[in-house]
C-alpha cells in the first residue's frame, strides 16, 4: 500500500514536472533546453559552413585575371614576422586589418623555421585546393587562390620552436592579421543557415556575428517585429567590424529576431536572422542548507529532510537526493516549492526541496545529502541522521 502511493506520488512529480517544462519550452524560455541546445526543438543540427566557393560557383566562375585590389591599414607594432607578398618580390608590411578583392589571390609570407598557420576555421574544413601552404628554409608560405567573400577571416602565422623533430607552436610569438574579401554581390559572409537561436544570458555579452565582407560596409541593427533600427551607442551595443555586434549586458527586452543590414555603393543586403532568447542566467552556483527534522528518529517516525536555496528570482534550481534509503529502494519522496523573499532590495526567491521519509527504519540511518544545481553549477550539503529505538513510555 506504501510502495503504491509512494511511487504514485512519484510518478505524479515526474509526470507534471515533464508537462511543466513542456510548457515552457514552448515559450521557449526553458533554462536546461537553452542550456543544451543551440537551436530550437525539431530544427536539424547547424550544417556546416557553406562549401568553399559554394556560394560563388553557382553564379559561374570568377574573373581571376583582374589584379587584385590592395589595401591595407597601418602596420601594427610587432608585425615584422607577416609580410603581404606582392607582385614578383614584392613586400609589404601587414597592419591588423587587409584587403584583397574576392577573386584575387592572398600571398602572405612568415618568417620561421617552420611555421604553421591559422586560416578561417570552414577553409580548414573544406579545402578544395584553393589553399597551398608550403615551407621554405627561413620562411613559410600561404597562399590562397579564387578567393571569394566567404574566406574573410582572421589568418595567423605560429612560429614554431622544435628540439630535433619535436616541435610546438609558440603562442605568445603569433602574429595575426584579418583578411575582408571585398565582394561586390556579397556584402556579408555568406551563411548556410537561415537562422541563428543565439542565447542572451543575464549580463554576459552577446555577439551577433554578422560578418561583413568589406571593411567599408555600413552596418546597421534591427529588428524584425516591430520593424525598427535598433540604437548602437557603442556601450550597451557595439560594433566591431572584425566581429559584428555585441549586446554588452543582455536584458529580457533585447530579446526578439534580429538582423543586420550593410549597405555599401548601391547594395543593400540583410544579414542571416539572429533569434535571440533571454535566459535569466544566476550569478552563482546555487548555496543549499539542509537541516532534518531531527538529528535522532526514533523507528517508526516519520523523518522530513529539507534543502533551501535563497538565490536571484526566476533562476530555476533543480534538487537531487542521496540517502541511505536508496539501496533498499526507497524512492524518493520529494516536495518542491519556491517562494519569493521580499526582504532586501534585489529581488530573490526562496527554492526548496524536502525530502519525506515515512515510518523510519534502520536502513534509513545515515547520511543525507542534497545537490542543488542551477546554469552556473552545482553545490551540495550533507548531514547526518540516527535511528534510534522507539522511546517507551514512561511509568507514571
Ligand atoms: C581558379 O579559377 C580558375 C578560373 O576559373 C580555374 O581554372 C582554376 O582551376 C581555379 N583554381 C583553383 C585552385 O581552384
Given at each position: 500500500m506504501l510502495l503504491v502511493k509512494l511511487f504514485g506520488a512519484k510518478w505524479r512529480l515526474v509526470l507534471s514536472v515533464l508537462f511543466i517544462c513542456a510548457l515552457i519550452l514552448e515559450l521557449g524560455y526553458c533554462q536546461k533546453d537553452a542550456q543544451e541546445h543551440r537551436t530550437t526543438p525539431g530544427r536539424k543540427p547547424k550544417p556546416t559552413k557553406p562549401k568553399l566557393g559554394g556560394k560563388a560557383t553557382n553564379k559561374g566562375p570568377?574573373?581571376?585575371?583582374a589584379k587584385p585590389k590592395v589595401k591595407a591599414t597601418p602596420a601594427a607594432k610587432g608585425q615584422t614576422l607577416l609580410t603581404q607578398v606582392l607582385n614578383k618580390g614584392k613586400f609589404k608590411k601587414l597592419g591588423e586589418t587587409l584587403s584583397v578583392q574576392a577573386g584575387g589571390t592572398l600571398e602572405l609570407r612568415c618568417k620561421g623555421k617552420p611555421v604553421q598557420w591559422g586560416v578561417p576555421s570552414y577553409l580548414e574544413e573544406d579545402d578544395d585546393g584553393r589553399l597551398r601552404i608550403v615551407q621554405h628554409e627561413r620562411y613559410g608560405v600561404l597562399t590562397l587562390v579564387n578567393?571569394?567573400?566567404?574566406?574573410?577571416g582572421e589568418y595567423t602565422c605560429y612560429p614554431m620552436y622544435c628540439e630535433d623533430t619535436d616541435c610546438r607552436k609558440e603562442y605568445d610569438k603569433a602574429v595575426k592579421v584579418f583578411v575582408f574579401f571585398p565582394d561586390p554581390q556579397e556584402?556579408?559572409?555568406?551563411?548556410?543557415?537561415y537562422y541563428e537561436v543565439i542565447q542572451l544570458r543575464t549580463n554576459w555579452p552577446t555577439l551577433?556575428?554578422?560578418?561583413?565582407?568589406?571593411?567599408?560596409a555600413k552596418v546597421t541593427l534591427h529588428r524584425e517585429f516591430p520593424p525598427a533600427e535598433v540604437a548602437v551607442?557603442?556601450?550597451e551595443i557595439s560594433f566591431n567590424v572584425r566581429r559584428g555586434f555585441t549586446i554588452h549586458r543582455p536584458r529580457p527586452h533585447h530579446a526578439g529576431a534580429l538582423y543586420c543590414v550593410a549597405s555599401l555603393g548601391n547594395l543593400r543586403q540583410s544579414s542571416t536572422k539572429y533569434m535571440l532568447i533571454y535566459v535569466n542566467y544566476p550569478m552563482a552556483p546555487p548555496a543549499p542548507v539542509i537541516q532534518a527534522s531531527s538529528s535522532s528518529v526514533a523507528l517508526g517516525e516519520n523523518l522530513h529532510v529539507s534543502c533551501t536555496v535563497m538565490g536571484e528570482q526566476d533562476v530555476v534550481v533543480d534538487f537531487t537526493w542521496e540517502y541511505p534509503g536508496q539501496q533498499i529502494g526507497r524512492p524518493p519522496y520529494t516536495q518542491e516549492s519556491v517562494r519569493p523573499d521580499g526582504g532586501g532590495g534585489a529581488a530573490r526567491q526562496q527554492s526548496q526541496s524536502v525530502l519525506l521519509v515515512e515510518e523510519v527504519r534502520e536502513v534509513d540511518q545515515g547520511t543525507y545529502t542534497c545537490t542543488a544545481q542551477n546554469l552556473q553549477g552545482a553545490k551540495s550539503a550533507s548531514t547526518t541522521v540516527k535511528v534510534v529505538a522507539k522511546a517507551k513510555p514512561k511509568k507514571p
Open positions: 570568377r574573373a581571376v585575371t578567393s571569394t567573400g566567404a574566406d574573410t556584402l556579408f559572409v555568406p551563411s548556410s543557415d551577433l556575428p554578422c560578418q561583413v565582407t568589406s571593411p567599408e551607442d557603442g556601450a
